[in-house]
């Protein structure tokens, strides 16, 4: 089983910045992907980006250019650098890991339970 934990989140002013960390634990053995995404109230949740085992990163177009995806894999976390906040980036963030406990087993799924940010105006 593996366990994603989330922390950072808080109260910002519009134009400030945030730094969100997760970090996933258990049985691993490779993590392919790992990702934050976020769900405003009423709204669906959104991949906000996201990076792959080989660095490669993936962002969504309303946080481009203001949001910093970044991992270190021998210590199996990711963190969301956020700036230039805005009142519409109000949100539960959570963090999804898609890991492997061994080299033959399947990509499982897994996510955190979220951190608030929330941006006032």
């Known amino acids: 089983q593996v366990q994603v934990v989330e922390s950072g989140g808080g109260l910002v002013q519009t134009g400030g910045s945030l730094r969100l960390s997760c970090v996933a634990s258990?049985?691993?053995?490779?993590?392919?992907?790992m990702g934050w995404y976020r769900q405003a109230p009423g709204k669906q949740r959104e991949l906000v980006a996201s990076i792959t085992s080989g660095n490669s990163t993936n962002y969504a177009r309303s946080v481009k250019g203001r949001f910093t995806i970044s991992r270190d894999n021998a210590k199996n976390t990711t963190q969301l650098q956020m700036n230039s906040l805005k009142p519409e980036d109000t949100a539960v963030y959570y963090c999804n890991v898609v890991a492997r406990a061994t080299p033959i087993s399947v990509a499982m799924n897994y996510w955190g339970k979220g951190t608030l940010v929330t941006v006032s105006s």
């Open positions: 258990g049985s691993i053995f490779s993590i392919n992907f």
